[in-house]
């Protein structure tokens, strides 16, 4: 357990040092992220103009089953900004694991190579979120959610590496969701520690940005109003980097993790040497 933590640590250290040396591997998110959002805002401005009647109420059955099908299509084409942009994402970060210096177009070229393999991957996620909220929302009260958040929590699991997977291996739908749990299993303390390390790193750059948010407000009501819209910005700002630091760290982690749990070693010169082959495993061999 001790090795566990001090691997982690480690482990994450040399995720935000790869951004740190490396600032292409945060353009992966930030296209992913504003890219949503312009997918989003496409939904509610083609909700508000084609189907107003729906904005105010006195929709027909036909029209909002035309708003339930865009939202539907919305979804989908979501799921696959996030699944290409987190492709390019893992494919650049391997490349750096790998001591070359990709550009964000090799990262791009990964994910382009794969398309396919990524479009039906994102279907797929997409539908099962779906179903598991339909789902979730059949049921009252608390019940549904705890449904909903441990239906979630189990495909995340099971998924954690299924991007590396399409993008590194050829294999059946199926046998590539098996062949992500195992290695979620085989990786499970260093994973989980890792991860909760970012998020923990993360959370306290998103506080300090609520913090100032906060204070912006109360100057901004307070009278001192150039101050408090500072400040405000400021929060913003502040929110935004450390969240796309914190896409680009879980990104980059996954892709190490997928190095490590596949080949047992990962660049020497990155990492410490418990993490360069497992004890009594053959260099490049997969672990059991």
């Not at 357990?1 to 995720?15: E, H, I, R, V």
């Not at 987190?86 to 090799?106: F, M, S, V, W, Y």
Request: one cysteine or more.
């Amino acid at each position: 357990m001790p090795g566990t933590f001090s691997d982690s640590w480690n482990l994450t250290k040399t995720a935000f040092r790869l951004i740190a040396e490396d600032r292409a591997l945060l353009v992966f998110p930030l296209v992913g992220g504003l890219s949503i959002l312009a997918v989003l805002a496409l939904f509610v401005l083609g909700t508000f103009f084609l189907f107003p009647q729906v904005v105010s109420g006195g929709a027909t059955t036909s029209e909002d089953a035309a708003v339930v099908g865009l939202f539907v299509v919305t979804y989908f084409v979501c799921s696959f900004v996030s699944v290409y942009a987190t492709a390019g994402l893992i494919g650049a970060a391997t490349q750096k694991l790998e001591g070359r210096q990709p550009t964000a177009a090799d990262g791009w070229r990964v994910a382009r190579s794969r398309l396919g393999r990524l479009v039906a991957w994102s279907v797929l996620t997409a539908t099962v979120g779906l179903a598991i909220q339909l789902i979730a929302s059949r049921v009252q009260g608390i019940g549904g959610a705890l449904i909903g958040l441990a239906g979630g929590a189990a495909w995340s699991v099971v998924t954690y590496f299924m991007v590396p997977v399409v993008l590194y291996e050829n294999a059946t739908t199926w046998a590539s969701l098996k062949r992500s749990g195992h290695l979620f299993v085989s990786t499970f303390g260093r994973t989980l520690v890792s991860n909760v390390v970012v998020g923990l790193l993360v959370g306290l750059g998103l506080f300090a940005a609520f913090v100032l948010g906060i204070l912006g407000l109360f100057y901004l009501f307070g009278g001192a109003t150039l101050l408090g819209l500072g400040l405000i910005a400021a929060a913003l700002a502040v929110g935004a980097v450390f969240a796309l630091i914190g896409s680009a760290a879980e990104g980059i982690l996954r892709a190490a993790l997928y190095r490590y749990a596949t080949t047992g070693k990962i660049d020497p010169d990155l990492l410490p040497n418990g993490y360069r082959t497992p004890a009594g495993a053959p260099a490049g061999a997969p672990l059991p």
